[in-house]
């Protein structure tokens, strides 16, 4: 009996050993995932324009250089305006270049009817006479919390079985976030570079998706990805290289097919004035009139990728983005061109965005059919690599 019961406790002691000696042995250390402060810059506010300003609780307005405590107030309800002094709050005048509007409240800073988390920086900038003639406003916070405002901005979050392309979308945003901040470049809130609408429409459903995805960032080759993001592909997305969004070439930016963007019945029309075509011309020298806008190349997709502008005093190639920008049309994905009779040209086509990367609508759709963030990511970035933002990576 007790010879059994020796043998039950070798075997019980022997199975712990073996089970502490994998945890300490063979599960991975956890990295240590940053999240960064990051800048993003909202607007600008010119000389003699205000933008009305709230806060809820404790404030400092603080010395960019010497972090000096200028002014200490609770709450304020006011106009932000740029003075013949520089920033002024209401009644407050910094008489500084450069000041730091630091509330203790969480989303306590609410400008232009938009609550924001983090601090403002207020930069006010100078003309040729040396007067200060216009305020640059940017919001420093942390990443997490920028992500989860872009996500916002950027999906109708709300929509049912949608929780794999918000995490999907997270982690694109996350990544190019910190892949403009090793560019040197500093966000701009609009889709320049990505929609950032502050802390007022952040839904569950978001939050979620943020959370689920923190610190998760999209890579190539040990580098982040420039993981670009657009509205709706039109049938396929581009190659960046060719689209001439990259430098070199990227297997996760090669380009894929998703056929349902590329739908007959989700087709649109545009119409260029005669004037907006004329510019073009004018703006490369090429005279007053422009004659053709011809197709250089395109891919399997029809987006024109290359064009020609044709004057009277020669031609020009532009990348099919640049047109699309000038011209104001939805994508540069062309099924049929009329010239009207006045000049004007009436396109027809699909898709909208520049089409390079991850495409919103088809993440959507894939996420309604059941697919997880890393197969979408892995559609729309094929071969990336999906890995935790340690400092290392950060400070590349
Ligand atoms: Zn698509």
Redesign the pocket.
């Known amino acids: 009996m007790s010879n059994k019961l020796g043998v039950v406790f070798v075997v019980i002691f022997s199975a712990l050993a073996i089970l502490l000696a994998q945890v300490f042995t063979i599960a991975p250390p956890t990295p240590d995932v940053v999240n960064p402060l990051l800048t993003v810059k909202l607007k600008s506010l010119s000389r003699n324009d205000s933008l009305p300003l709230q806060i809820s609780g404790r404030w400092q307005l603080i010395d960019s250089k010497t972090d000096e405590v200028l002014i200490e107030r609770d709450n304020f309800q006011g106009d932000l305006v740029c003075d013949i002094t520089g920033p002024k709050l209401g009644p407050y005048a910094a008489n500084r270049d450069k000041v730091y509007l630091h509330c203790d409240g969480e989303d306590a800073l609410r400008l232009d009817y938009f609550s924001y988390p983090g601090e403002l920086i207020i930069e006010a900038e100078r003309n040729k006479l040396n007067q200060y003639h216009q305020l640059n406003l940017y919001l420093r916070l942390r990443l997490e919390d920028y992500v989860l405002g872009v996500i916002c901005g950027e999906l109708p979050s709300q929509t049912p079985d949608i929780g794999a392309a918000l995490e999907a979308q997270s982690i694109a945003a996350r990544t190019y976030a910190i892949f403009r901040i090793q560019q040197g470049k500093r966000l701009r809130a609009d889709s320049r570079d990505q929609v950032y609408i502050g802390s007022d429409q952040n839904t569950w459903q978001a939050k979620d998706a943020v959370h689920a995805t923190r610190g998760l960032v999209l890579s190539e080759d040990g580098v982040i990805l420039p993981s670009y993001f657009h509205s709706?592909?039109?049938?396929?997305?581009a190659n960046s290289f060719e689209a001439d969004f990259s430098k070199t070439k990227l297997s996760a930016l090669a380009g894929s097919t998703?056929p349902?963007?590329g739908d007959v019945y989700q087709r649109w029309q545009h119409t260029v004035p005669v004037a907006r075509l004329d510019k073009l011309s004018a703006e490369f020298n090429l005279g007053d009139t422009l004659q053709a806008l011809n197709t250089v190349s395109k891919d399997i997709f029809q987006r024109r990728l290359v064009m020609r502008l044709q004057g009277e005093n020669g031609h020009h190639d532009l990348s099919g983005e640049h047109v699309r920008i000038r011209l104001g049309l939805p994508s540069m994905i062309w099924h049929g061109l009329i010239i009207n009779r006045d000049g004007s040209i009436t396109i027809t086509g699909s898709?909208n965005g520049h089409g390079i990367g991850f495409?919103q609508?088809?993440a959507m759709r894939q996420a309604k059919q059941g697919l997880d963030y890393a197969a979408i990511l892995q559609h729309y970035y094929p071969g990336v690599e999906v890995e935790a933002l340690t400092a290392n990576l950060f400070n590349q």
């Open positions: 709706n592909c039109g049938g396929g997305t998703d349902q963007c898709g495409c609508e088809g």
